[in-house]
Nanobody
Framework: QVQLVESGGGLVQAGGSLRLSCAAS????????MGWFRQGPGKQRELVAV???????NYADSVKGRFTVSRDNAKNTVYLQMNSLKPEDTADYYC??????????????WGQGTLVTVSS
Protein backbone atom coordinates (compact mmCIF):
# COMPACT_ATOMS: atom_id res chain seq x y z
CA GLN A 1 0.00 0.00 0.00
CA VAL A 2 1.34 3.39 -0.99
CA GLN A 3 1.09 6.21 1.51
CA LEU A 4 2.02 9.89 1.60
CA VAL A 5 3.37 11.49 4.75
CA GLU A 6 3.43 15.26 4.93
CA SER A 7 5.29 17.59 7.24
CA GLY A 8 6.24 21.22 7.59
CA GLY A 9 3.03 23.13 8.12
CA GLY A 10 2.59 25.69 10.86
CA LEU A 11 2.02 29.31 11.77
CA VAL A 12 4.03 32.06 10.13
CA GLN A 13 3.76 35.82 9.81
CA ALA A 14 3.01 37.44 6.49
CA GLY A 15 6.19 37.75 4.44
CA GLY A 16 7.68 34.68 6.05
CA SER A 17 8.60 31.30 4.63
CA LEU A 18 7.72 27.67 5.17
CA ARG A 19 8.84 24.44 3.54
CA LEU A 20 6.49 21.50 3.16
CA SER A 21 7.69 17.95 2.56
CA CYS A 22 5.82 14.87 1.38
CA ALA A 23 7.34 11.41 1.21
CA ALA A 24 5.80 8.47 -0.62
CA SER A 25 6.27 5.05 0.92
CA UNK A 26 5.30 1.56 -0.18
CA UNK A 27 5.78 -0.42 -3.35
CA UNK A 28 5.20 1.01 -6.80
CA UNK A 29 6.78 0.94 -10.22
CA UNK A 30 7.10 4.67 -10.69
CA UNK A 31 5.84 8.05 -9.58
CA UNK A 32 4.55 10.07 -12.46
CA UNK A 33 3.50 13.29 -10.80
CA MET A 34 3.78 14.72 -7.32
CA GLY A 35 2.47 17.99 -6.07
CA TRP A 36 0.44 20.11 -3.75
CA PHE A 37 -3.14 21.28 -3.57
CA ARG A 38 -4.75 23.45 -0.94
CA GLN A 39 -8.15 24.15 0.50
CA GLY A 40 -8.79 27.38 2.31
CA PRO A 41 -11.70 28.10 4.66
CA GLY A 42 -14.94 27.96 2.70
CA LYS A 43 -13.12 27.34 -0.56
CA GLN A 44 -12.75 24.47 -2.97
CA ARG A 45 -9.53 22.51 -3.19
CA GLU A 46 -7.20 24.04 -5.77
CA LEU A 47 -3.91 23.19 -7.40
CA VAL A 48 -0.86 24.93 -5.96
CA ALA A 49 2.06 23.31 -7.78
CA VAL A 50 2.93 19.98 -9.36
CA UNK A 51 6.11 18.44 -10.74
CA UNK A 52 6.22 15.68 -13.30
CA UNK A 53 8.67 12.82 -13.72
CA UNK A 54 10.57 14.78 -16.39
CA UNK A 55 11.03 17.68 -13.99
CA UNK A 56 8.53 19.98 -15.62
CA UNK A 57 6.33 22.01 -13.29
CA ASN A 58 2.98 23.73 -13.19
CA TYR A 59 1.99 26.48 -10.76
CA ALA A 60 -1.16 28.32 -9.84
CA ASP A 61 -0.94 31.93 -10.97
CA SER A 62 -1.41 33.09 -7.39
CA VAL A 63 1.84 31.47 -6.23
CA LYS A 64 4.11 31.97 -9.22
CA GLY A 65 7.34 33.66 -8.22
CA ARG A 66 6.77 32.92 -4.52
CA PHE A 67 6.51 29.12 -4.30
CA THR A 68 8.88 26.51 -5.68
CA VAL A 69 8.08 22.82 -6.07
CA SER A 70 10.91 20.29 -6.27
CA ARG A 71 11.39 16.57 -5.86
CA ASP A 72 14.04 14.13 -4.75
CA ASN A 73 13.48 11.02 -6.84
CA ALA A 74 15.84 8.92 -4.75
CA LYS A 75 13.73 9.65 -1.66
CA ASN A 76 10.35 9.71 -3.44
CA THR A 77 9.81 13.07 -1.81
CA VAL A 78 8.32 16.32 -3.03
CA TYR A 79 8.93 19.71 -1.45
CA LEU A 80 7.12 23.02 -1.56
CA GLN A 81 9.20 26.04 -0.63
CA MET A 82 6.83 28.88 0.16
CA ASN A 83 8.25 32.40 0.37
CA SER A 84 6.62 35.80 0.78
CA LEU A 85 3.60 34.16 2.35
CA LYS A 86 0.34 36.07 2.45
CA PRO A 87 -2.69 35.66 4.71
CA GLU A 88 -4.63 34.38 1.70
CA ASP A 89 -2.22 31.43 1.53
CA THR A 90 -3.77 30.14 4.74
CA ALA A 91 -5.17 26.68 3.98
CA ASP A 92 -4.87 22.98 4.48
CA TYR A 93 -2.19 21.81 2.06
CA TYR A 94 -2.54 18.33 0.60
CA CYS A 95 0.14 16.30 -1.07
CA UNK A 96 -0.99 14.41 -4.17
CA UNK A 97 0.63 11.86 -6.42
CA UNK A 98 -0.10 9.84 -9.52
CA UNK A 99 1.87 6.62 -9.58
CA UNK A 100 2.09 3.32 -11.40
CA UNK A 101 1.36 0.41 -9.10
CA UNK A 102 3.08 -2.97 -8.97
CA UNK A 103 0.15 -4.22 -11.05
CA UNK A 104 0.96 -1.63 -13.72
CA UNK A 105 -2.17 0.42 -13.04
CA UNK A 106 -2.15 4.21 -12.70
CA UNK A 107 -3.48 5.39 -9.35
CA UNK A 108 -3.87 8.65 -7.45
CA UNK A 109 -3.56 9.16 -3.71
CA TRP A 110 -3.71 12.06 -1.27
CA GLY A 111 -1.89 12.89 1.92
CA GLN A 112 -3.69 13.67 5.14
CA GLY A 113 -3.12 17.41 4.85
CA THR A 114 -1.02 19.89 6.78
CA LEU A 115 -2.27 23.26 7.97
CA VAL A 116 -0.51 26.46 6.97
CA THR A 117 -1.63 29.61 8.77
CA VAL A 118 -0.30 33.00 7.74
CA SER A 119 -0.98 35.84 10.16
CA SER A 120 -1.16 39.46 9.08
Amino acid sequence: QVQLVESGGGLVQAGGSLRLSCAASGRFLSINRMGWFRQGPGKQRELVAVIFSDGSTNYADSVKGRFTVSRDNAKNTVYLQMNSLKPEDTADYYCNTFFTSMFNTNLEIWGQGTLVTVSS
